[in-house]
């Protein structure tokens, strides 16, 4: 196993830790003002929202409450099928509140409009949505992401939470792999 630097297997960077930041200024302004004078519990997804969990919370001035979940999508492949396995289940009861659940990405948008549904089942008074990034792909599924950072290209990506076989999840940035990575 190479234990190297990481810096090598970077192809491109896509968003520097200083743009993400930039767009979570924006975003955690949005939900302060969308969520004044209401509670508010942050829904992260393990364990791709580690990141964005942790930077757009701390941006905000509304009073949170945080809980974490766990979920894998069955399937073949790499494409998520939709049929979602709860690993780690929420701590809190959602009842009467207002849930905003916090993604890293959104890509067929399959596993999500699943959370969703499974989270509004539960008698919550909202549930919305803040994703850092999606892919093109998720304008095919109904599913209303109230709060997105940015659009990227259909392009398979790591950091900021991201992973490859488990790795390079602590970039400060949003990159593509070098092809060596791969083979
Ligand atoms: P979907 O929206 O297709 O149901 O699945 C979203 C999940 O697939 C994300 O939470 C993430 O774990 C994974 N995923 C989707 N696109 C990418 C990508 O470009 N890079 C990485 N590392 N994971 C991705
Ligand atoms: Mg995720
Ligand atoms: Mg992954």
Redesign the pocket.
């Known amino acids: 196993m190479d234990h190297s630097d990481v810096a090598g297997d970077i192809a491109n960077i896509l968003l520097t830790e200083e743009q993400i930041g930039a767009k979570l200024d924006e975003m955690a302004a949005q939900i302060d003002k969308d969520y004044e004078g209401k509670d508010l519990l942050l829904v992260g997804?393990l364990?791709?929202?580690v990141m964005v969990m942790a930077d757009l919370s701390r941006r905000l001035h509304t009073k949170a409450e945080m809980d974490w979940m766990a979920v894998s999508?069955y399937g073949s492949g790499t494409?998520?099928s939709?049929v979602v396995r709860i690993l780690k289940d929420l701590d809190t009861d959602l009842t009467g509140r207002n849930v905003l659940i916090v993604?890293?990405?959104?890509?067929?948008?399959?596993?999500?409009?699943?959370l969703v549904a499974n989270l509004r089942s539960r008698g919550p008074e909202s549930v919305e949505i803040a994703a850092a990034?999606r892919?093109p792909?998720?304008a095919k599924?109904e599913v209303d992401v109230k709060y997105v950072g940015f659009d990227?290209p259909t392009?398979?990506?790591?950091g900021y939470g991201?992973?490859?076989a488990e790795k390079?999840r602590n970039l400060p940035f949003v990159a593509t792999l070098a092809p060596h990575v791969y083979s």
């Open positions: 997804v364990k791709g929202a999508s494409k998520s939709g993604e890293d990405i959104i890509d067929s948008g399959l596993t999500l409009s699943w990034l892919k792909d998720a599924v990227i392009e398979f990506v790591v991201l992973d490859f390079y």
